[in-house]
């Protein structure tokens, strides 16, 4: 049995021209991820800071890096018409 591949439903042209960063909560701390087309092609979305958390009573220094890749976004057509 072979897996059905999703398809991105919105070309490349129309996603970078529309898409807004997308909130998204660290530890209670609101921030934003940029729109993002990465080096494999893809595109999405894309955060990258240093936040530090409490452990127990200790505080720790934490990379965090965030991707959000829309499936299916590597083969997606340039532009609209080659969508339709």
Do not use: Y
Not at 32 to 46: I, R
């Amino acid at each position: 049995m072979s897996a059905n591949k999703t398809v991105c439903p919105i070309s490349r042209s129309t996603f970078l021209a529309e898409a807004k960063g997308v909130e998204v909560t660290i530890n209670g701390i609101p921030t934003l991820a940029q729109v993002k087309t990465f080096s494999t092609g893809s595109f999405g979305w894309h955060h990258g800071d240093k936040v530090t958390i409490k452990v127990g009573d200790t505080l720790v220094k934490c990379q965090v890096g965030l991707t959000l890749t829309v499936i299916g976004s590597k083969e997606a057509p340039q532009d609209a018409k080659a969508a339709a």
